[in-house]
């Protein structure tokens, strides 16, 4: 215990930021700008974020391209398609500050797409009414990104770059900070805060297939809120995109960008037959998302798919220049991944898990969790999406509420009178860690997460049941049997064994969140299709809450606003690629 003790590095501010992407940035300039001393913490360089990702557009209606878009039409399509789900009060937030969230994005330099005359260029993005996605070329994540860390330079906020917190500290319900360590050196970290904000991302990468890389939304977010004592929000609430890739096995799941099917891209079964005649055929391939991840689904489940379990995404009867100049990210990433010509041969895709919905319960005004000083943000957190995300909505979200959470956080630090600490806290979790690298167990922690990736895929993904999904629960029972028997090996490369150890943790809570939550949602609605119960339940229009004492609990969602619901309608997307 002495030679860890002596290993400890301790640190103090006034905010803390678990997760450097883009709401974790956003948050920390805030924070910054308001004033404050914050430190943020990633376990990934913050150049290489999940939010880099993003390609397609971030939504807010500025009316550049259709004068009539207003706010209240923003929170409208939002609110239809999450299916009812999405917390009025929220999606209203985000759509009225939505407008500030890009003039933010603008003081700091970013480089969005411009008219000629200067105005900021909006495209169609999926259901919408109107023309309010924003963007920057095929990468508007990764710009966001890039002048998000930007801006952080120029106000010398402190980011450690491979810190892995595995605790938050909690003293009688209020926040005083966090404990973790370092990946590559071991070295750890007690660093005490007066509020923590939550922006570790969400919980896809506990499928098989998944847009998310091999150590990222691992449900990071969602083991560090529950065992501070917050609780989850529609954890069976998760977006599947309709094209990932198969090959390579590591890069499966890496997505193939909608734009493939916008810009005319055809889907076959192994038949060689153009599906979407059946499950949609006024829009084809320019269906919603969730629709077409269902066909793609289903025509794999009854036996048309390739051989590796997949459909076929064809673009090579468009021109080459088309493919080259309105598709480049794709033509790229294909020929270095599989050395596949698309303006040659199809692509090999299946459906793959992209979003979490749900995430830690928080209250709609302020991000704040169950927790007094503990805060949720991003796809960490849950409220605006319900059961089918809009396309460009979650990058807005960040921005959004990055704003409104760092000032409540700073807010929150102003008003104590001390800050009260816990050597008990401290003591557990500076215990969890050395029991973990003194295991000297049997099992694997890879394998593990594997095995977990395999339940998910099988019993939790596209389309649900009763028997799978009770199945699942049982699976998942045995391999937490078999956690207690893991063995780390820190190594000179250094101590990814033990990321992974807590990866796998939260993986396993996620996993079980999921799954009972599914389990109680008996009803088809959005991205949760319940094989056994086809229809939607007037009954379930209801978010699900779970926490590990409680189960699942049915919460009441209030009404929507009639200044918004006057608007709400099934929106036109005749010829628009619905994202």
């Known amino acids: 215990m002495n030679a860890a003790r002596a290993q400890e590095r301790q640190l103090s501010t006034s905010v803390l930021v678990i997760g450097t992407g883009g709401s974790g940035l956003r948050a920390a300039i805030e924070v910054a700008e308001q004033g404050s001393d914050v430190i943020a913490v990633g376990k990934r360089p913050r150049h290489d974020a999940h939010t880099s990702l993003a390609a397609g557009g971030i939504n807010a209606a500025l009316g550049t391209m259709d004068a009539e878009d207003s706010w209240q039409q923003h929170a409208a399509d939002t609110i239809t398609e999450s299916y009812g789900l999405a917390h009025p009060h929220t999606v209203e937030i985000v759509t009225r500050g939505a407008e500030q969230g890009i003039r933010d994005l603008e003081r700091y330099g970013m480089a969005f797409a411009r008219e000629e005359d200067g105005r900021i260029s909006q495209r169609f993005f999926g259901a919408h009414t109107f023309r309010r ?31 892995y917190i595995t605790r938050i500290l909690v003293r009688d319900g209020v926040v005083f900070g966090a404990y973790g360590f370092d990946i590559e050196d071991g070295t750890r970290y007690l660093i005490h805060a007066d509020a923590v904000i939550l922006a570790a991302g969400g919980h896809n990468r506990i499928w098989r297939r998944t847009s998310s890389r091999r150590d990222e939304n691992t449900g990071d977010s969602f083991r560090l809120a529950v065992d501070a004592g917050a609780r989850l929000r529609d954890p069976e609430l998760v977006q599947f995109h309709p094209s990932g890739i198969l090959e390579p096995e590591n890069a499966a799941g890496t997505l193939v960008s909608e734009a493939a099917r916008g810009e005319g891209g055809i889907l076959r079964n192994a038949l060689g037959e153009r599906f979407m005649e059946k499950y949609d055929p006024e829009r084809m391939e320019l269906s919603t998302r969730d629709r077409v991840a269902l066909a793609a689904y289903t025509e794999i489940k009854e036996g048309r798919g390739t051989e590796n379990g997949g459909v076929w995404l064809d673009v090579s009867h468009l021109p080459r220049e088309t493919i080259m100049t309105r598709l480049p990210r794709v033509y790229q990433t294909l020929m270095e991944l599989q050395m596949r010509d698309i303006t040659k041969e199809p692509i090999e895709i299946a459906p793959t898990a ?6 830690v319960w928080v ?217």
């Not at 963007?135 to 330079?153: C, H, K, P, S, W």
């Not at 992209?354 to 995430?359: D, V």
């Open 133 to 163: 996605t924003a963007f920057a070329g095929d990468y508007t994540g990764l710009e966001i990104q890039r002048t998000l860390v930007n801006r952080t330079e120029q106000l010398d906020i402190p980011i450690l770059d491979t810190v």
């Open 354 to 359: 992209h979003y979490s919905m749900g995430g």
């Open 363 to 579: 209250r709609p005004e302020d991000h704040g969790t169950d927790v007094e000083g503990l805060y949720a943000i991003g796809e960490a957190s849950s409220g605006l999406h319900g059961a089918n995300r809009l396309g460009g909505n979650s990058l807005i979200e960040l921005l959004v509420f990055g704003r409104i959470v760092g000032r409540a956080a700073v807010a929150h630090s102003a008003g104590l009178d001390a800050q009260r600490r816990s050597a008990e806290a401290v003591d557990v979790a500076r215990a969890e860690i050395d029991d973990l690298l003194a295991a000297d167990g049997r099992e694997n922690v890879r394998a593990l997460q594997r095995a977990i990736r395999n339940t998910m895929t099988e019993h939790a993904g596209v389309v649900r049941d009763e028997q799978g999904l009770t199945q699942g629960l049982a699976e998942l029972d045995e391999i937490e049997a078999r956690m207690a028997d893991v063995g780390i090996h820190p190594d000179i490369a250094g101590f990814q064994d033990l990321a992974h150890a807590f990866d796998l943790k939260a993986s396993a809570l996620a996993a079980r969140a999921t799954l009972e939550a599914a389990l109680e949602r008996r009803e088809t609605r959005g991205c949760h299709n319940r094989s056994d119960y086809p229809e939607k339940d007037p009954q379930l229009q209801v978010n699900l809450v779970w926490s590990p004492d409680a189960g699942v609990v049915r919460e009441e969602i209030p009404p929507v606003p009639d200044e918004i619901a006057a608007l709400m309608r099934d929106v036109s997307t005749a010829g628009k690629l619905v994202e």
